[in-house]
């Protein structure tokens, strides 16, 4: 069996995580690290047994099979572009950009090229979310929930709007990727922000946000996030739809019906091994499992970010009608 050779591209939190889990494959080997501090780029290398290099273009030169790349939102665009252009399969954390234009523009590329991507929306793969789907098969969605109540991650980066995107961009997208997957498509949001940033040195960011979400499908729902606490309080999705109630986080899906209140534990650890394990699958051509390709995720960010637009102006905003004007290279009834 031919080992799946693999870059990163980053070596903070995220790119550790999944260093560890990489190297636990048996048909895995991770051939090299690229990050803007050289020093974390050789300490996570050495940590594996691979080599740091200095530039994206150098990594890519020693002949990977995958690349993850695992950077701040800020610092996506060119590292995809020079991955796509050598036609070399990739893995990008969430979000995929701090903005708009950069996601577009690296969509196109990857459906131009017809380049196998994945993306970290991890959750998805939470054994307890298509017991979710199960459950809502048949039945009218009526009011979605999503909350995101956490504090600010200790980086420089993430306070700062230019940099992060903010708390719905940066954090709030897992529960933002989960309301689509169970509720739909949403067509319309009104978003406010508390206007007043966390108490981090230079802080740009809103402390809080809250935002109604319209539905394709006619649900309505909404949507808080915070920065203000410190420790990670609740983070998850709410849906009510016909004779049912579902509550589902990282760590449990609860269910409410007319039998009574049931939960079943869901595996987090589990879901971050089944993400890669399901992209170095399809990379390697033993597997089909990609739940959320690139352009689906674009999806996910159109939406974060339609919420950053509307606290930014203070009006509704509309998102394109996936029926009439699907994601490039995804088609419209994508749903992982």
Not at 54 to 60: H, M, N, P, R
Not at 177 to 182: A, H, M, N, V
Not at 283 to 294: K, L, Q, S
Request: net charge negative; glycine share 12%; charged share 20%.
């Amino acid at each position: 069996m031919r080992l799946c050779r693999v870059g990163l591209v980053g070596a903070g939190g995220v790119a550790r995580r999944h260093a560890g889990v990489l190297s636990g494959f048996d048909d895995v080997e991770l051939i090299g690290v690229v990050d803007v501090t050289s020093g974390a780029a050789a300490d996570l290398a050495a940590t594996h047994g691979a080599r740091s290099f200095g530039a994206i273009e150098q990594l890519l030169a020693a002949g990977p099979d995958a690349v993850y790349v695992c950077v701040p939102p800020f610092a996506h665009g060119p590292i995809e572009e020079a991955i796509v252009a050598a036609g070399v399969p990739m893995f990008v954390e969430k979000p995929v950009a701090v903005d708009l234009p950069t996601a577009e523009r690296i969509a196109g590329l990857v459906a131009d090229r017809g380049l196998l991507t994945a993306v970290g929306h991890h959750w998805r793969y939470l054994h307890v979310v298509a017991q979710a789907r199960e459950l809502l098969a048949g039945r009218a969605v009526r009011l979605v929930t999503g909350v995101w109540l956490d504090r600010v991650p200790p980086v420089d980066w993430w306070a700062r709007r230019e940099r992060s995107g903010g708390p719905v961009v940066e954090q709030a997208a897992h529960v933002l990727d989960l309301i689509r997957l169970l509720a739909g498509e949403v067509t319309e949001v009104t978003g406010y922000g508390d206007g007043s940033p966390p108490s981090v040195d230079g802080a740009d960011v809103d402390s809080v946000t809250a935002a109604t979400l319209r539905f394709a499908g006619g649900a309505v729902g909404t949507l808080s996030a915070a920065c203000v606490l410190g420790w990670k309080h609740r983070a998850g999705v709410e849906i009510l739809a016909d004779g049912v109630a579902l509550t589902l986080t990282e760590d449990a899906l609860v269910v409410c019906d007319a039998d009574g209140p049931r939960r079943f534990d869901a595996d987090p650890d589990g879901a971050r091994a089944a993400v890669d394990r399901a992209f170095i699958d399809a990379v390697r051509g033993i597997g089909d499992d990609v739940r959320v390709p690139y352009a689906e995720a674009l999806g996910t960010h159109r939406l974060a970010l339609a919420v950053a637009e509307s606290v930014r102006t203070g009006g509704a905003v509309r998102l394109p009608d996936r029926a009439r004007h699907p994601i490039q290279g995804v088609p419209a009834d994508v749903d992982g």
